[in-house]
């Protein structure tokens, strides 16, 4: 326990030393506006997408970059080759200001404007927004100062709000009434942390877009959102050991000090899970149900994918695509204890394989409260 701590000490130490440059997102936005839909709540939803970027990915055969790539195996992760690792992006646009974000979806795009997705070699391994405000009023529920936070340089800390894999789950926190949403407030910055792979023998680059719905902050009977993150590794980098067969990945517990509905929720695991079960006081709330190469998107030419570095075995059925996401599913109260576990079965879909050992896997739920 004792070596345990002084590793992630000194990785801690680490990232503090390395400096994180403030680079706002760009590349331009766009914005349409539509009704809301059915339900109770008014206001009229704005949707606008936001370009980051542009985002370096080495070669598949290139050393991985990223500020603490030399630290990964330090912080408990695995930085292959071709890999752009968990790079900090502070203080990026917003899409609005004193607005509810009710909804989110994330997306990779090559230079040229085309969809990147495992059939042309990119990846969208994860990605993190988190919102910080000097005043320290935004405060994580499960992690208040994690490496996350220390990353992008939040000393008063950082709310995860959204994450999204590979497989682009789009978020709904709008509620059965519609009169949900995620508060902008002034002095409110977004930032990112991300994670990117090529399977290309040429460096890439890339642009991330999010998605936003949100509807003005002076929209009468609006309310707030508590975003709540579950990780098998909560404070780190999200990474744990992989082993063979069949095996399940536990998250942390968390005891909830907030009551109200449970607007949505929804897992996100590696190439070789099954699902991931979301439970409140041990008894199941969602299913999220991973599906493979829905699309031709994910399914990579020639039925493998190497980084680089070893390959992820025979993936002629692609990759996950998506996970099922589950909406008002009861309530919350002070006390409930909730707790996420990933599945994972290696003779059902291969998993990811680097330097010719098994990848780290995840296991991670988001579950969304209305306040």
């Known amino acids: 326990m004792r ?53 370096q990915v080495p070669g598949k055969n290139q050393p991985a970059i990223g500020p603490y790539a030399a630290f990964a195996a330090i912080l408990g992760g695995q930085a292959g080759p071709g ?23 994330a997306n990779l795009k090559t230079a040229s404007n085309q969809t990147a ?18 005043n320290g009023s935004r405060q994580d529920a499960t992690c208040r100062s994690g490496l996350q936070q220390v990353a992008i340089g939040a000393s008063a800390g950082a709310e995860r709000l ?26 409110d910055r977004f930032n990112l942390v991300y994670e990117l792979m090529n399977d290309n023998v040429a460096a890439q680059q890339v642009y991330m877009e999010l998605t936003y719905n949100f509807k003005a902050g002076t929209t009468p009977g609006m309310r707030n ?99 099922s996401v589950c909406y008002n599913v009861g309530q919350a109260a002070v006390g409930d204890r909730f707790q996420a576990t990933s599945f994972y079965d290696d003779s059902k879909h291969p998993q990811m394989v680097h330097n010719g050992t098994l990848h780290s896997v995840m296991s991670i739920a988001l579950v969304y409260i209305g306040q």
């Not at 000194?10 to 331009?28: E, F, H, I, Q, W």
Request: glycine share 16%; charged share 15%; aromatic share 6%.
């Open 3 to 55: 070596n345990r701590k002084a590793h992630y000490l000194l990785a801690v130490a680490a990232l503090l030393m390395v400096s994180v440059a403030c680079r706002p997102g760009g590349g331009g936005t766009t914005t349409t506006t539509r009704p809301p839909g059915g339900g109770g709540g008014g206001g009229v939803v704005q949707t606008k997408t936001v370009r980051y970027g542009p985002l």
């Open 83 to 105: 890999t752009a690792w968990n790079v900090p992006r502070p203080n990026v646009e917003k899409p609005c200001q004193d607005c509810y974000i009710t909804g989110i979806q």
């Open 117 to 134: 997705n495992v059939v042309n070699g990119l990846w969208l391994h994860h990605m993190v927004l988190l919102v910080s405000n000097p």
């Open 162 to 187: 959204f994450a999204s894999g590979n497989e682009r789950t789009k978020l709904d926190v709008s509620g059965a009434s519609t009169n949900y949403g995620y508060k902008v407030n002034t002095g």
């Open 225 to 323: 959102v508590k975003p709540v993150w579950l990780d098998a590794n909560g404070c780190g980098v999200s990474e744990v050991a992989a082993r063979t067969g069949a095996y399940q990945v536990n998250t942390a517990v968390w005891t909830s000090g907030v009551a109200g509905p449970i607007l949505g929720t929804g897992g996100h695991a590696h190439d070789g899970a099954t699902n991931v079960l979301i439970k409140k006081n041990g008894q199941p709330i969602c299913d999220s149900v991973a599906k493979y190469g829905e699309t031709p998107d994910y399914i990579p030419p020639g039925g493998g994918m190497d980084h680089g570095d070893g390959g992820h075995g025979d993936m002629s059925m692609g990759s996950i695509s998506s996970f």
